[in-house]
């Protein structure tokens, strides 16, 4: 389709603006401009003719060349070992990390434990402390302390003298 424009007419186009696209709008605004910046160059009014070519490019095959498939393998094959080194190296690094995280979180449960066997042994000797439990035997159970007499002993010796234990067998009925 052939346009053709004169020095005091604008270019003239087979579809109104309602019907094209934005991007052909566009390029038509840029015809447009491009237009007017020759006809100020042209000397005269002369007509100039604008011919638009449809070019068919379907049925051209693009011919196998050995040497770029070689070297796009090659290229290829590098990129792909770069890409797996990255990706070890980027593994390896976040792995890192985590376990630097644990290793925290580790550090501070050691140091929470530590601290609650600190109290634990703090509690236990108050609790097993020799004076504390006398007083309380004597003020909370109205324990006191044995009187001559009362202590039996399983030899019946009375004096204080140490006993030595003795397993005698068991006799049957």
Request: proline content about 6%; aromatic content about 6%; overall charge positive.
């Amino acid at each position: 389709m052939a346009t053709m424009a004169t020095a005091g007419q604008g270019m003239i186009f087979g579809m109104g603006m309602g019907g094209m696209n934005l991007a052909s709008q566009a390029r038509a605004q840029r015809n447009r401009e491009l237009f007017e910046l020759q006809r100020r160059a042209r000397r005269g009014p002369t007509p100039e003719v604008f011919f638009v070519k449809h070019i068919d490019n379907s049925r051209i095959v693009k011919a196998d060349d050995p040497k770029r498939r070689r070297e796009m393998k090659i290229f290829t094959i590098t990129m792909s070992i770069l890409f797996a080194l990255v990706m070890v190296y980027v593994w390896q690094h976040f792995l890192a990390i985590e376990i630097g995280y644990q290793v925290e979180t580790q550090k501070q449960q050691v140091a929470g434990m530590q601290e609650q066997n600190r109290q634990l042994r703090l509690t236990e000797a108050q609790l097993s402390n020799p004076v504390r439990i006398d007083q309380i035997a004597r003020e909370q159970l109205g324990l006191n302390a044995p009187e001559p007499g009362q202590v039996v002993r399983p030899d019946g010796a009375g004096g204080n003298v140490p006993v030595l234990a003795q397993a005698s067998p068991p006799t049957l009925p």
